[in-house]
């Protein structure tokens, strides 16, 4: 292809993202970076651009990031072991220093780091900051019975006005997914990062949360991984909770929350691949998984 024909396709690319660009001008998007999709740094540097890139393009993203994979390692630095049930990390006191060590004071501000590469953007925050969640002790569920964990919550309130102040000072706010209880004030739980992540899109009324993972989007016959489900409603994945392997449970159980809670899409998508997320936010090109609330919802394109 010679060069003069490039340079046109690139311009036809950019003029055919202004659909896309004019609808979410101004409208938040939640993503969650998940611990599994952030493993290789040059991934991670494109992570950081993309975001930027959303900032540039008139989006107002926020993140909320995973380190489960890095919490494990840790652990085991420190002679600890990692034990999940439902998907969900048991966590004691000792568990909890480390999560929260882990979350806050090294993943998050790498992330921030990275970002903040292009520009002052990027704030760093724990949930636990002005109150951003209030979260309960959470039982998790095995074979439908609940077996206690420790010190894990689940969000049971979100005061999202720190983050929009950012928002509205044209900062990216990157989110680590630890809260604290009501009352005391002294107990801090363990959230898993889908989790807060779809409560935060909830709470800043998204228009669309994105949960970015090491895997296509959610497959119909995993292992196997031949089947992807490209779209389903809130209620098709409902009924398809129960069978899911429990690594996705918390992540669909995620995106069942957001599109009941009022965002309109709720979409998985593979972090190894550098371009999902613009694929998916600026074009028609339907990659990973999304998830809406009712069938008849359009499929994301650009509306009439
Ligand atoms: N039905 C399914 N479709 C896709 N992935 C699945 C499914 N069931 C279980 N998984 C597993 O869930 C993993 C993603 O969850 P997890 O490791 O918790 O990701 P993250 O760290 O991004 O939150 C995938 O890598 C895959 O191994
Ligand atoms: C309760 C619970 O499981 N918390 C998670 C929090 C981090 C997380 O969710 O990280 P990923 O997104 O990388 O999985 C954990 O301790 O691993």
């Not at 882990?102 to 993943?107: A, E, F, I, S, T």
């Not at 925050?125 to 439908?144: F, N, Q």
């Not at 129960?242 to 995620?254: F, H, I, N, R, Y």
Request: proline residues 5%; glycine residues 10%.
């Amino acid at each position: 292809m010679n060069s003069r024909k490039q340079a046109m396709d690139k311009a036809d690319t950019l003029i055919e993202a202004l659909p896309w660009m004019s609808r979410f001008h101004g409208r938040t998007v939640v993503v969650k970076y998940g611990g599994n999709a952030m493993t290789d740094p040059e991934l991670q540097d494109r992570f950081a651009e993309t975001v930027v890139f959303l900032r540039y393009a008139g989006l107002r993203p926020v993140v909320v990031h995973g380190g489960g994979p890095q919490i494990k390692a840790h652990l085991e630095r420190v002679g600890l072991e990692s034990r999940f049930a439902g998907g969900l990390r048991v966590t004691d006191e000792a568990t909890m220093d480390i999560v929260r060590m882990v979350l806050v004071g090294q993943v998050n501000r790498d992330i921030v780091g990275r970002i903040n590469r292009h520009g002052p953007f990027a704030v760093g925050i724990s949930g636990e900051d002005a109150r951003l969640m209030t979260a309960e002790r959470k039982p998790a569920l095995v074979d439908g019975e609940p077996v206690d964990i420790g010190l894990v919550g689940e969000v049971v309130d979100v005061d999202a006005g720190v983050v929009a102040t950012l928002l509205d000072d044209g900062r990216i706010p990157v989110v680590s997914s630890i809260a604290r209880a009501e009352g005391d004030g002294e107990t801090v739980y363990n959230v898993n990062a889908d989790t807060a992540a779809a409560a935060l899109a909830v709470g800043l009324e998204a228009s669309k949360l994105i949960m970015l993972t090491d895997i296509e989007g959610l497959y119909a016959d995993y292992p196997a991984c031949e089947e992807l489900i490209s779209r389903l409603t809130a209620s098709e994945l409902e009924a398809l909770l129960p069978e899911l392997a429990s690594g996705m449970v918390p992540k669909m159980e995620a995106c069942l929350r957001a599109v009941r809670g009022g965002v309109p899409q709720a979409h998985v998508l593979d972090g190894r691949t550098p371009n999902s997320m613009l694929l998916e936010v600026f074009t028609n090109d339907g990659v990973g998984t999304m998830v809406v609330a009712e069938a008849d919802q359009p499929l994301g394109g650009v509306p009439a």
